[in-house]
């Protein structure tokens, strides 16, 4: 099994709507969780990190279940500019190991 | 801030050659580093962390090797180069161990084994 794992998709949906994507992980000693984006080949760029708390920036929101060991992203109001891939990531305590999902391919359609 | 130079952007090799790929840090010291490949349509996969200088954990068994001379340069090689090994191949770096840190990523390397 994976440590981190994602749907791949693709998810294609249309401009406005609202997506949501999930991610588990199967180390339950991880301590901290990220989502990022990547554009067509180019390096990662980090979205948002992911509180227990749960967090919200702009139209983006993440959410972190410990006890079922998986986190969530949900994009509102969908824009062209959202197509992208999007990576969960978990890394261990101390930052030594970060160990990504396999993506998961989102295509805003017009 | 940090950054990451990674080099080359693209690079196409013979089966068989050997392949040196480095990146260095600028902007902060004792990061952690990380090697990672990405097939086509892929996540990516870590190949090699290191905590520290000479300290060099390996994730995938494979022909790869990686090495850290130094704080701030990480060296990704093979001796010989299969066409599995094509692949885009990023660089990483994390400072801090506390939670919530943000890694830092070079340009990545686009390689092309023929």
């Known amino acids: 099994r994976k440590e981190v794992e994602q749907d791949p998709g693709p998810f294609n949906v249309p401009e406005g709507a609202t997506v949501a994507f999930n991610c588990t992980y199967s180390n339950s000693a991880s301590q901290s969780f990220f989502w990022y984006r990547q554009d067509c080949r180019k390096e990662p760029k980090l979205l948002m990190s992911?509180?227990?708390s749960g967090n919200e920036d702009g139209r983006f929101t993440a959410q972190l279940n410990r006890a079922s060991q998986y986190i969530s992203l949900l994009i509102r109001d969908s824009k062209l500019s959202d197509s992208a891939t999007y990576l969960c990531?978990?890394?261990?305590?101390?930052?030594?190991?970060?160990?990504f999902g396999t993506g998961t391919r989102l295509t805003i359609i017009p | 801030s940090q950054t990451i130079h990674q080099w080359p952007a693209t690079l196409v090799q013979p089966v068989g050659s050997p392949l040196s790929l480095e990146c260095t840090v600028e902007?902060?010291?004792?990061?952690?580093l990380y090697w990672y490949r990405q097939a086509a349509g892929r996540g990516l996969q870590l190949l090699f962390y290191s905590v520290g200088i000479g300290q060099i954990s390996s994730e995938v068994p494979q022909n790869l090797s990686a090495s850290r001379p130094q704080d701030r340069q990480f060296i990704l090689s093979s001796k010989k180069l299969l066409l599995s090994d094509s692949g885009f191949y990023l660089c990483?770096?994390?400072?801090?161990?506390?939670?919530?840190?943000?890694?830092?990523f070079g340009q990545g390397t686009r390689l092309t084994v023929v």
């Open positions: 990531v978990a890394s261990n305590f101390g930052n030594e190991k970060l160990t």
């Open positions: 990483a770096g994390i400072k801090g161990r506390s939670m919530n840190t943000e890694a830092f």
């Open positions: 992911v509180y227990s």
């Open positions: 902007g902060t010291s004792n990061p952690n």
